[in-house]
């Protein structure tokens, strides 16, 4: 039976960079999830009787909105969905389960890469019948929607068991739960050279992969040590955990930082390191001995992905956020192909991969992807770069190293200022806007401003216009900084400065990042008086 719901609306549901992330008590307010999944319906046409895909990274209280948005589904006229068994379903996975089926779209339960548990985060998110995240027209007609909804669509019925693979009817809408695992493992096998990857690991080659008890765990356990042969334990944390075991699920030097130590540890140290985050669209890559920036791997992955069967015939074009280093831009211009600059946040590939200007999209948050799915993929990325060295027969290092003598080296490194007063963080960027115009041919120490403004992205697809994506400044010579605040905290403001620093000589290739950026570094404080504006000695995050 359906039933219409009265509710209030509340003023906060602006999705960020990635969908609506408030803390778990904010969703647990009266109606709270209820009114953003029906600001969702409404302010889509032409879904009845479609099919849509939900599931979630299987933090706490996914189940629950699971429950709620499957029953809100069948009460607004869906014909069907497609539900990970335990509510489990990573965000690449979700992604390639609407475009395989030709789902209508999909809700996808998930803070990512933000902490879980009854006080910490939880997010909502829509992606589109192309499977990824849903443009900015769609998330402004959604909050406006929020802003006046008065009611909601329910059906009165009992608790779904999520936790068997079956199908069944509610209320005339079929639901079908799913195996979370079994079409993602099979569109790797499509893209990867399995059987050169497991002659690989035949050979002794020692990989470990922490799922940091987050969505990816089922994945990697199937597909890394089932399926590709690599000794049981090479992945950890395996199990999805409500509260990520009390840890941060961002495969970062921070909070993955156990791994990193350990692949720092010398000649016993495993020849490859990886991780995912929350909802398994980020990848952490570390070789023995190297870390490889997410702005290096975007590089290294674009200029060999020929070498996986899947991208044999070539890439098309590359795209990378604008704060990504311009390291992806060296491949591009060297094999002639098509490389775009976008906002942050992968909803602005959408259209680039659409059109099929671009193969292989990147972000130096550590999210890398192609054309394969409409959302950024951890796994894909590990099993690329597993693909490239099966093929290579080179270490980690060796490849990085000889990309950095072929195309030069973009040292980079990005700080950030997590959980400052939002006003300071707001008057730090409104004080650099007003500066922008009387920066040109400043000097900073021994750096020279070349041009400096607030980054304007026209989408070439669509024609749309994103303002105020951030502030960069570059310098002469090509470094340059880049400042902006994040769009996916959900307590206070979060700073982001971007540092980065192009050194085509071989012989400085092997400095220390940070040494190598230090004096851009202090040209970020004297641009945007950090210290003083926030308050901070230091970031709170380096990566
Ligand atoms: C961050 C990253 C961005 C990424 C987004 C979602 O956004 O910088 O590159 O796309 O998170 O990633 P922001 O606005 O906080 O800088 V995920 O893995 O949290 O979906
Ligand atoms: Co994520």
């Not at 609306?9 to 009114?35: H, I, M, W």
């Amino acid at each position: 039976m359906i039933k219409t719901i009265a509710t209030k609306p509340y003023g906060d549901q602006k999705p960020g960079t990635s969908g609506l992330r408030k803390k778990v008590p904010v969703f647990q307010q009266e109606n709270y999830a209820q009114n953003f999944i029906q600001s969702i319906f409404d302010s889509l046409e032409d879904f009845a009787g479609k099919t849509l895909v939900i599931g979630g990274d299987g933090r706490y209280f996914n189940r629950e909105v699971i429950q709620i948005a499957i029953k809100m589904a069948a009460a607004n006229g869906f014909g069907k969905v497609m539900v990970g068994k335990g509510g489990i379903l990573s965000t690449p996975a979700a992604s390639n389960l609407i475009r395989k089926y030709k789902a209508f779209g999909g809700i996808i339960l998930s803070a990512s890469h933000n902490p879980g548990g009854p006080t910490e985060d939880f997010g909502i998110k829509y992606n589109i019948g192309n499977g990824g995240p849903a443009p900015e027209k769609i998330t402004d007609a959604i909050y406006a929607r929020s802003r006046v909804i008065d009611s909601y669509k329910i059906v009165d019925a009992p608790e779904i068991d999520l936790d068997r693979v079956t199908t069944l009817t509610l209320d005339g809408m079929t639901v079908e739960i799913i195996d979370p695992v079994a079409d993602y493992a099979e569109l790797m096998e499509e893209l990867f050279d399995f059987p050169a990857i497991r002659n690989l690991f035949s050979l002794g080659f020692h990989m470990v992969f922490d799922a940091m008890s987050a969505v990816t765990g089922p994945y990697a356990k199937e597909i890394i040590e089932r399926r590709l042969g690599a000794s049981e334990g090479t992945v950890r944390n395996f199990t999805p955990l409500p509260d990520f075991g009390g840890h941060h699920p961002d495969p970062n030097l921070v909070h993955a930082k156990e791994l990193y130590d350990e692949m720092m540890s010398g000649g016993d140290a495993p020849d490859f390191g990886a991780a995912s985050d929350g909802d398994g669209d980020r990848n952490l890559i570390i070789g023995r001995g190297i870390f490889v920036t997410p702005s290096d791997s975007l590089a290294v992955l674009a200029a060999n992905a020929q070498l996986a069967p899947g991208y044999s015939k070539g890439i098309a074009g590359i795209a990378r956020s604008m704060p990504t280093s311009m390291a992806a831009d060296k491949v591009a211009e060297k094999r002639g192909i098509g490389i775009y600059e976008t906002p942050t946040g992968w909803k602005f590939f959408g259209n680039l991969l659409d059109a099929g200007k671009v193969t292989i999209c990147g972000e130096e948050s550590a999210g890398t992807g192609s054309d394969h799915v409409r959302e950024k993929d951890g796994l894909w990325a590990v099993l690329l770069w597993l693909n490239i060295l099966a093929v290579r027969g080179e270490s980690v290092e060796d490849i990085v190293t000889q990309h950095w003598a072929t195309y030069g080296r973009n040292y980079y490194s990005r700080h950030d200022y997590e959980g400052v007063d939002s006003d300071a963080a707001n008057g730090l960027m409104a004080t650099l806007r007003d500066k922008l115009p009387s920066l040109s041919g400043t000097k900073i120490g021994d750096l020279t401003v070349e041009t400096a403004d607030d980054f304007a992205y026209h989408d070439p697809v669509d024609q749309s216009v994103s303002k105020n994506q951030g502030i960069r400044v570059l310098f002469e010579g090509g470094s340059r900084v880049v400042f902006r605040l994040s769009g996916t905290g959900t307590s206070g403001a979060t700073l982001r400065v971007y540092i980065e620093r192009y050194e085509p000589d071989a012989n400085r290739h092997n400095l220390e990042t940070q040494a190598a950026l230090a004096d851009l570094i202090a040209a970020a404080e004297t641009l945007a008086d950090i210290r003083a504006r926030t308050g901070r000695d230091a970031p709170t995050v380096i990566t």
